[in-house]
Nanobody, 126 residues
Framework: QLQLVESGGGLVQAGGSLRLSCVAS????????MAWFRQAPGKEREFVAA???????YYSDPVKGRFTISRDNAKKAMVLEMNSLKPEDTAVYYC????????????????????WGQGTQVTVSS
């Protein structure tokens, strides 16, 4: 199991940028797929981006081309660079992890992740 802590959320104007970080504690970080999910008020938690053990990246359609996910296994960290932010990006952003075998694509279903951070609020004003 990993313990995950997010940081970097805040208030930004539309068109601005934010950088979210997720730092893990626990063994074998490099054996985990990592992902970001978000949850807006009154809505279900939704997939944002994921990165596999080999560094393969996947994005939801609403953020594709604007967000970039990356990981640093030596630092046990994952980053989400968010650019061209829109008011509809406003949500609590959660870091998630799931142990997978090397050849498997990281899941995008919230139910498949069993390690979660506490979340960080991102608010984009219009």
């Amino acid at each position: 199991q990993l313990q995950l802590v997010e940081s970097g959320g805040g208030l930004v104007q539309a068109g601005g940028s934010l950088r979210l970080s997720c730092v893990a504690s626990g063994p074998s970080f490099n054996r985990y797929a990592m992902a970001w999910f978000r949850q807006a008020p009154g809505k279900e938690r939704e997939f944002v981006a994921a990165i596999g053990r080999s560094g393969d990246c996947y994005y939801s359609d609403p953020v594709k081309g604007r967000f970039t996910i990356s990981r640093d296994n030596a630092k046990k960290a994952m980053v989400l660079e968010m650019n061209s932010l829109k008011p509809e990006d406003t949500a609590v952003y959660y870091c998630a992890a799931k142990s997978i075998i090397l050849s498997v694509r990281p899941p995008i279903d919230v139910g498949q992740y069993n390690n979660w951070g506490q979340g960080t609020q991102v608010t984009v004003s219009s």
